[in-house]
């Protein structure tokens, strides 16, 4: 029965607006990866403190919880306290990181740092190996 009822609130969809009014010690709930976990009963517990959840409380935390770079420990807790998923209308846009994808501007960086990296390493080894042969 109990894995049922899982099952049940692994599956619940929740509007972002539901989220916001669970900001507070009665009832926090935050919003990592578009997924909503309710952290009321792991305020004491939480490790860096209850105002660190408190803090994000009603809101989406994905942010705040990848810069500090939780374990894979705490995500697996994390998971414990899953009460559902963010109706796919009130998803979060999650940056991607920024690669550089033109032919040229990688030409450009390349070329430049292929020549002026050496340059400058080779005047700084000429200047100092000039001042030990004067002395």
């Known amino acids: 029965m109990a894995e049922q009822q899982t099952e049940q609130t692994e599956k619940r969809i929740i509007r972002y607006e539901e989220v916001k009014q669970h900001n507070s010690i009665k009832s926090a709930w935050n919003v990592i990866h578009n997924k909503v976990y309710d952290v009321t009963k792991f305020l004491e517990d939480h490790p860096g403190g209850e ?68 340059a400058i390493v080779a005047l700084a080894v000429a200047l100092v190996y000039r001042y030990y042969i004067s002395n």
Do not use: C, Y
């Open 51 to 118: 105002e660190v959840l408190l803090e994000q409380a009603g809101k989406n935390a994905t942010e705040a919880f990848e810069d500090v770079g939780h374990s894979s420990d705490a995500r697996s807790l994390a998971e414990e306290h899953l009460i559902g998923e963010l109706h796919p209308d009130d998803h979060f846009q999650e940056e991607q990181p920024q690669f550089v994808t033109t032919h040229e501007s990688m030409a450009e960086t390349s070329s430049w740092s292929n020549w002026v990296i050496p």
